[in-house]
């Protein structure tokens, strides 16, 4: 078990990589964000409800990914530990959520609700450059995820999976990565044995 002193430490690391913030601002993450625990299979963030909260992953695993209406699964993120777990859009546009935010493991994450985040934010310019930064990854994340669905086959996809989430491949379930490639599992499976060979 992580010390709560120790959680908050590594989230405000986190905040200090992206930009310069002084140590009276970072203080204020520790009134905001709360630690609690989430235990595997639960979400955090639910499709269809309008997200009112915003986390800091800890020690943990998650999944984002939506459900069609014929109740098909599609992964469009995995999150590890240090980063945010957010529905940007929904949150933004006080919008229903199109995804869910799944624990793939206990987890330990802090917890903010959204408007005192997004208060937060609005503060002090040193947030608002934090803000930016956050969407630039975002939006750069999103656009290679684009890129690879119209350009890579599905082997090229899942070498840039091994590259970007090295050591997952044997903590998720293989029918998760397989839907985070756009592929069956059964292609899943035989791109696996064509590397192995």
């Known amino acids: 078990m992580i010390s709560v002193h120790s959680k908050y430490e590594i989230m405000i690391s986190f905040f200090s990589g992206i930009s310069n913030i002084p140590s009276t601002e970072l203080s204020k993450l520790t009134d905001i964000f709360k630690p609690t625990q989430i235990k595997k299979n639960e979400y955090f963030?639910?499709?269809?409800e309008v997200p009112d909260r915003v986390g800091f992953n800890i020690s943990g695993l998650f999944r984002y990914f939506y459900i069609d209406k014929n109740g098909k699964e599609y992964t469009k993120y995995f999150e590890m530990e240090n980063d945010l777990l957010i529905s940007y859009s929904a949150s933004l546009l006080k919008e229903n959520s199109r995804?869910?935010?799944?624990?793939?493991?206990?987890?330990?994450?802090?917890?903010?609700?959204?408007?005192?985040?997004?208060?937060?934010?609005?503060?002090?310019?040193?947030?608002?450059?934090?803000?930016?930064k956050l969407i630039e990854f975002q939006y750069i994340k999103k656009e290679k995820r684009e890129y690879q669905f119209l350009f890579d086959d599905a082997e090229t996809r899942y070498d840039q999976f091994l590259k970007d989430y090295p050591g997952l491949i044997d903590l998720v379930?293989?029918?998760?990565?397989?839907?985070?490639?756009?592929?069956?599992?059964?292609?899943?499976?035989?791109?696996r044995k064509k590397i192995i060979l």
């Open 173 to 191: 379930k293989h029918y998760h990565i397989a839907s985070y490639l756009g592929i069956s599992p059964v292609s899943l499976s035989r791109i």
């Open 99 to 132: 995804f869910y935010i799944e624990a793939l493991e206990d987890s330990e994450i802090l917890v903010s609700q959204y408007k005192m985040f997004s208060d937060l934010i609005n503060t002090n310019p040193c947030w608002e450059k934090v803000a930016r």
């Open 45 to 48: 963030i639910i499709a269809g």
